[in-house]
């Protein structure tokens, strides 16, 4: 099984996805955030999941993965933080599946 979500909060801060044998699917792109870098936690355990992120937003991956992946596909990627710009910082695991993250 698994589940879609859209979120439209302009004060962003976060929040935790688990995906175990399904998957998810969270579209944050007309969502904002007030105040530093927001936190996604995630953990996939033979599952999958797709994070879409506004243009603006930097993302930031610190999450693990053991016969999986995690794919950063924003344009952000690799760029200097420019002040002032919205971060969302992914942490966790990824099991035997894998997270893309993309705009």
């Known amino acids: 099984s698994g589940f ?9 801060k976060g929040g935790e996805l ?11 792109r007309k969502a904002g ?3 530093g ?15 879409r992120v506004p243009e603006d ?3 930031d991956i610190q ?3 053991i016969f999986g992946g995690i794919e950063d596909k ?11 710009q919205p971060r969302l910082v992914v942490t966790g695991m990824a099991l035997f599946g894998g997270v893309e993250v993309s705009h």
């Open 74 to 84: 924003t344009h952000t990627h690799g760029e200097a933080l420019n002040e002032g």
């Open 63 to 65: 999450a693990s993965a």
């Open 37 to 51: 870098p927001a936190r996604i936690d995630i953990f996939v355990l033979f599952g999958g999941g797709e994070l």
């Open 18 to 28: 688990t995906s175990i044998f399904g998957a998810f699917d969270v579209d944050l």
């Open 57 to 59: 937003w930097r993302v």
């Open 4 to 12: 879609k979500r859209r979120i439209f909060s302009q004060a962003f």
């Open 33 to 35: 955030m007030q105040d």
